[in-house]
Each structure stands twice: as structure tokens, then as C-alpha cells.
């Protein structure tokens, strides 16, 4: 199993419209939802838990599960949290 680390998030436009004005969030959650269809199966994520990516993450990790067992994504914030088997949109509880 190899691990992937993952590095996105979607700019917060009061930080400084500059770069909210020339983001393109879609294509951010495509490639986000994309990199976790691919990674997930066979490999871990590692990603800095990002407020606006660890939802696509949970969701795609949660659609897995559904067919075919856990996945295994890392979270790392304070310590390491684990996105994986059960998580879906509405739970924002991370497993440890």
C-alpha cells in the first residue's frame, strides 16, 4: 500500500479576493473527488483536513465503503484522524 499525500483547499474569499476570484472551486472538487476515486481503492490519503476538502473526501471514502469495504484516509491536523468505514455527508465525526 502506498501513501499519497494530498495538498488542496478552496480559498476563503476574507482572506483576500485575489485568489477566491481566480479559483475555480468546481474544478478543485473534481480533482479532489477524482485523486479519492483513484487513491482510495488501493492506497492511503493523506491530506491536511482542509474544511472545504475533508467533506469531498468523506463522501467519496463513504460511497466506497458502501461497495466494497474501509478505506483508508489520514487527516493531518493535531495528530492523525482517520476518514474511513461509516462516514458519510451528514457525519462530520472522524473516526480515530
Not at 7 to 23: G, L, M, Y
Not at 50 to 61: D, E, F, G, K, M
Amino acid at each position: 500500500m502506498r501513501t499519497i499525500f494530498l495538498s488542496a483547499s478552496i480559498p476563503d474569499p476574507k482572506r483576500h479576493p485575489r485568489f477566491f476570484e481566480t479559483a475555480d472551486m468546481v474544478a478543485i472538487a473534481d480533482a479532489v473527488h477524482a485523486l479519492c476515486t483513484v487513491v482510495l481503492p488501493t492506497d492511503r490519503l493523506v491530506f491536511g483536513g482542509h474544511l472545504a476538502i475533508t467533506p469531498i473526501v468523506q463522501r467519496v471514502a463513504a460511497l466506497l465503503d458502501r461497495r466494497d469495504g474501509e478505506r483508508d484516509a489520514l487527516i493531518g491536523r493535531n495528530g492523525v484522524d482517520r476518514v474511513g468505514h461509516g462516514l458519510d455527508e451528514g457525519n462530520d465525526k472522524l473516526q480515530r
